[in-house]
């Protein structure tokens, strides 16, 4: 049988690291064994579900590369993906259910069933549904009907049993049904309960692994309870732990946590994401920037951590320096392009950045280097002191070791470190500040072929005027 895994979002909000997390865990899942994966957008709740997030929840998958096989776009065999438009299918289901005698309409109001709760708190019970609708016959009913009351429909949670699952990431759990009240599958408006229509179209689209956050965890036996009613493939699950934000609560759509769509408008790389968050509550071995097929290769179910993990954003810049240095120059240079096109001269774009890489955390980044090699940087404050305390004879060093190795920066700080027989930060640091203007930065053996010789000599000889008169 092969892994069929699922992403079911609610377009209730942009995405944060944690939907996407759990998107990456079970595109990773599925690939790791040629299965497949599946996108349903659980959009029942017609008041917070916008067609916006749907689009942008999209945008985000696919530019994380995470494609599915069966969804919007795609369709598939189980079209439509959107549960807003699967109504008849759910209405279908209920109709066996109640045919069966496993599913009953309630016609409890939400103050009767407040009072209730109330009442067993105030005797110390875990409150749950009284059962006071379960044995209402055909005249209870229609009293109830009579006065215009619109009934929720319950499940019969069978009286004594256990329901138990093996975990993917947990292990065995166990629960009682005794502790389960009968609970709502359709709303009095109509419209299906949340975990209802998520199990009936986990079992319809042959989904066998469910990879969610354990938010959902005490949703799981219920779940089970009906899709056994309905005698439907039950999939295993796996409950993953939460990524908790800085303040130590999980990251969620409602407390404005940080979006996907944020993160890469900010500049950072898919592969940034990707490698960061696989590595997020699962150890790797390696420890090298892998694309998604490499991360689905190394992925284990069993390796999911069952402890909360906490979001870093050291962790995510660490993996963000690692794209910049190894994903190739094209990538890099389409990246920055925005704020460095025009300053960058088409030949000297792979020199470029090859030379800028290793300095750059953000696009903006790359505009000073741009600057520093084709244009007229200015110098930066720390800067200035350096040059002013230099000998105006260290520069005539320098403008004669430049005619003589050109934009070559080892045989021009040789030849500098001869004549004036100055080394390490007294070579380095003024030949720095002349030339580029900063006092840390790129290799400059990588940075004075593309500033060029005549830059270069300009920019010695405005050192040579800053600097003191001695000699
Ligand atoms: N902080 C989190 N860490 C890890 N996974 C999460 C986190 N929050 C949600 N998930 C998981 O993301 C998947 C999609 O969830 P869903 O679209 O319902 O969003 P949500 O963030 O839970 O929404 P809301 O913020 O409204 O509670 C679910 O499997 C859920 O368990
Ligand atoms: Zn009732």
Known sequence: MTTKTRFAPSPTGLIHLGNLRTALFSWLAAHKLGGKFVLRIEDTDAERSRLEYVTALMADLHWLGLDWQEGPEVEGPQAPYFQSRRDAIYQGFYAVLEAQGNAYPCYCTPEELALSRKLQLSQGRAPRYAGTCRHLDAN?????????????????????????????????????????GDFIIRRADGSPAFFFCNAVDDALMGITLVLRGEDHLSNTPRQILILQALNLPVPQYGHMALIVGEDGQPLSKRNGSRTVEELRASGFFPEALNNYLTRLGHPLESEALLGLEALAAQFKVERLSRSPARFDAQQLAFWQHQALLNLPWQRVWDWMAPEVDGLVPESAREAFVAAVRPNLSIPEDAALWAAVCFGEPAIAPDAEGILQSTSKGFWQFALSGLADSGTDFKALAKSVSALSGQKGKALFLPLRVALTGQTHGPELAALLPLIGGERAAARLHTALEMAHADL
């Open 140 to 180: 209870g009913r229609a009293a109830h009907e009579a006065v215009g009351r619109q009934p929720t429909l319950r499940f019969r949670v069978p009286d004594d049993e256990e329901i138990g699952f093996d975990d993917a990431v947990r292990g065995p759990q166990r629960f009682a049904s005794a502790d389960i």
